[in-house]
């Protein structure tokens, strides 16, 4: 791939960040580009996973979801992996990541309210063998967008 071609696959992810929906059209214009040439990269771009996919951006205390935490815990490495798939279950779950320090584990967990997120702390994530556990409410969310 040459300069020009990764200039131009950058200029498209940032308008795909941006807004997700627009169409080939819209992105050939903006970019001075066809839309058969912005298909192609984009295209390519999904089947080398540099676009992994797309999303929406919810509002989700319209969906009755008002309790959102950072649980931060510790595993023993030989539960790990076992526990951190089985996270993937909890339909409340919906980010783990691998961090450096004291705990291990990050998960960010939505509930309806702070006693279904302690149900689920309690009855689901602890059992799976995460220990030193300490959750941390989110008050209000400063950024809401993904791929930034």
Do not use: W
Request: aromatic residues 4%.
């Amino acid at each position: 791939m040459n300069r020009m071609d990764d200039e131009l696959d950058k200029e498209i992810l940032q308008l795909l960040r941006k807004n997700a929906k627009l169409t080939y059209e819209e992105i050939g214009q903006l970019l001075n580009r066809s839309p058969s040439t912005v298909r192609d990269r984009i295209k390519k771009m999904e089947e080398t996973r540099t676009i992994l996919g797309y999303s929406a951006i919810v509002d989700h205390e319209r969906l009755g979801v008002f309790s959102d935490a950072i649980v931060c815990a510790d595993i023993e490495p030989d539960k790990a992996s076992s526990a951190i798939s089985a996270l993937f279950s909890i339909e409340n779950v919906v980010e783990i990541l691998n961090v450096t320090g004291e705990r291990r584990v990050m998960i960010r967990v939505r509930a309806r309210n702070n006693r279904e997120l302690s149900e689920i702390i309690e009855r689901k994530v602890r059992p799976m063998g995460f220990n030193n556990i300490e959750t941390i409410l989110v008050l209000k969310p400063i950024v809401r967008y993904p791929g930034f």
